[in-house]
């Protein structure tokens, strides 16, 4: 099927917006027809008498991809050397198992949890001395008392490091990276046989620390956090913790790229491994949905659309924007994780907000959770030989445009679909956003996965009343700053009731961050 441009129409005396979506099929008949239909300008024109001249709400063609400068420069200052470098150190530590903090000499062993945990706080420091102290390197310690997989009280540390956003008024909305540090082997309470988890998770670790690495060199009107986390493999224990601060503390969290076994496994004879691709997994339904809110999603159909979803999507938006970097694409999957299985995204989701998960394409469970040996001729063991660098460095330039991205763009603007009356019309109203000079409408049929670059277009007013009806489409806005940076897209919820589908963020708190 080939998909059309809106065709557009503009009352002359209204600063109401009239659009017809031909390229869907469902208002006309002939798809090489254009112009707007014709009943749907008198009724428009009826309903809507008198008023200014539309100009101020009139639609600009949806632009091309506005590529940054800065992002392209991110995207090749990544290194997969120094992913390989820093994955090898990580493993060098012999065990990160987070148990190990509890072996006899731990503290000032070079082995073990403590020693992997002290590097990367340093290394996180030696970036922020290299651009004059912009980071600014933190700890989140804490004492797990004993549980499933936790014999005894243990000391869990969070590491990481904040890149102020420069921009007062933005800098509270916040966007973070994380992968776990903590490794273990085949047996959960062993602390002293290697457990090198070159793969999960020092992949993620790295890709944590090498947007830290890269994006400290440049600045961002909002807040990115580059976090590392343990207690990964008893429970997510670190990622609960952080993000259960996080909500405490009323962060304006918009958005969570959870970085776990990015490392293209690279096994001898397996030829089923896609160096291209990498899997982004998201919730549907929001775990963190109150009753109220999974109603509306129910009824509306928004099963499809949660933050997280939204940020899925721009993280394949980012993607094609930047020409895959080459050949490197994103591959969404609508699951929260891979069959039955968890991350530390879903700690962040728990909380309520828009987190997803990267993994690689095709896993190699010889080469996870194992202690490394041979037997039957298959090796077993996470180490570094199994790891490709350079994917794990596709994987960090991915992410670091995407945080670039969401970093330089405005806020999601809060939109709703005014519902009192029952009409085939759509009207659509949302806030004004600091910082946007335009707002996009996008719209996609119910059984699309994505919306496509063709079915958006541009507007300058905060309104719009669309000729097609609201109950054979979905809906979404988004806001453009003034270089053409794009936000999340906010799915525009129903005026009556709560909007729960696609809130970037959790119910706004004060900011004490
Ligand atoms: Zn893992």
Request: proline share 6%; aromatic share 8%.
């Amino acid at each position: 099927m080939v998909l059309r441009r809106l065709n557009c129409f503009v009352l002359a005396f209204s600063l109401t917006v009239v659009l017809t979506l031909p390229a869907l099929g469902f208002s006309q008949t002939s798809a090489g027809k254009s112009g707007p239909a014709p009943a749907a300008a008198k009724k428009a024109a009826a309903k809507k008498p008198g008023g200014a001249a539309g100009a101020k709400g009139a639609p600009k063609a949806a632009p091309g991809k506005a590529k940054d400068e800065a992002i392209i420069h991110i995207i090749h200052e990544v290194s997969p050397e120094q992913v390989q470098a820093t994955i090898e150190k990580l493993v060098s530590f012999g065990t990160r198992s987070t148990l190990s903090v509890n072996n006899p000499g731990a503290a000032t062993s070079d082995k073990g949890i403590v020693a992997a945990r002290n590097w990367i706080k340093a290394e996180f420091e030696r970036y922020s001395a290299a651009c004059g102290g912009c980071l600014e390197v933190k700890t989140d310690t804490f004492v797990l008392q004993p549980k499933s997989r936790i014999p005894q009280p243990t000391a869990l540390q969070n590491v990481y490091a904040i890149l102020r956003g420069t921009d007062p008024a933005q800098s509270k909305r916040i966007f973070l990276v994380t992968g776990h540090y903590d490794s273990r082997n085949s047996d959960n309470d062993n602390t002293t046989d290697p457990a090198p988890g070159a793969n999960d998770d020092g992949s993620g670790t790295a890709v944590s620390l090498e947007c830290a690495r890269v994006l400290s060199k440049h600045r961002f009107p909002a807040t990115i956090i580059f976090l590392t986390v343990s207690g990964e493999e008893q429970g997510l224990d670190g990622s609960t913790h952080f993000a259960k601060m996080a909500k405490a503390e009323g962060w304006q969290l918009e958005g969570v790229l959870n970085n776990d076994i990015v490392g293209g496994n690279r096994t001898p004879g397996d030829t089923l491994q896609n160096r291209s691709w990498v899997r982004v997994f998201s919730e549907g339904i929001p775990v963190a949905a109150t009753e109220a809110e999974q109603r509306v999603i129910r009824a509306v159909g928004g099963e499809n659309d949660s933050a997280s979803r939204q940020i899925a999507r721009y993280v394949a938006d980012v993607n094609r924007t930047y020409d895959s970097f080459g050949k490197f694409t994103p591959k969404l999957i609508f699951r929260r994780d891979r069959y039955l299985r968890g991350g530390d995204h879903t700690a962040f989701n728990e909380q309520g907000f828009a987190a997803v998960r990267f993994t690689e394409y095709r896993e190699d469970f010889n080469h996870q959770h194992q202690t490394p040996r041979v037997k039957n001729g298959v090796e077993y063991g996470d180490w570094p030989k199994f790891v490709d660098f350079e994917y794990v460095a596709n994987v960090a330039r991915l992410n670091a445009a995407t945080l670039a991205s969401l970093a330089s763009a405005p806020s999601a603007p809060k939109a709703k679909l005014l519902t009192k009356e029952l009409e085939n019309d759509s009207k659509i109203e949302w806030d004004a956003v600091p910082g946007a000079v335009a707002y996009d409408i996008l719209w996609r049929k119910t059984t699309d996965p994505d919306f496509l670059e063709e079915n958006v277009t541009r507007f300058t007013d905060t309104k719009v009343d669309l000729q097609e009806s609201k109950d054979n489409v979905i809906f979404g806005v988004r806001a453009v700053g003034a270089k053409g940076q794009r936000s999340l897209v906010m799915i525009p919820g129903p005026e009556r009731g709560p909007v729960p589908a696609a809130s970037p963020t959790p119910t706004p708190q004060a900011d004490k961050k």
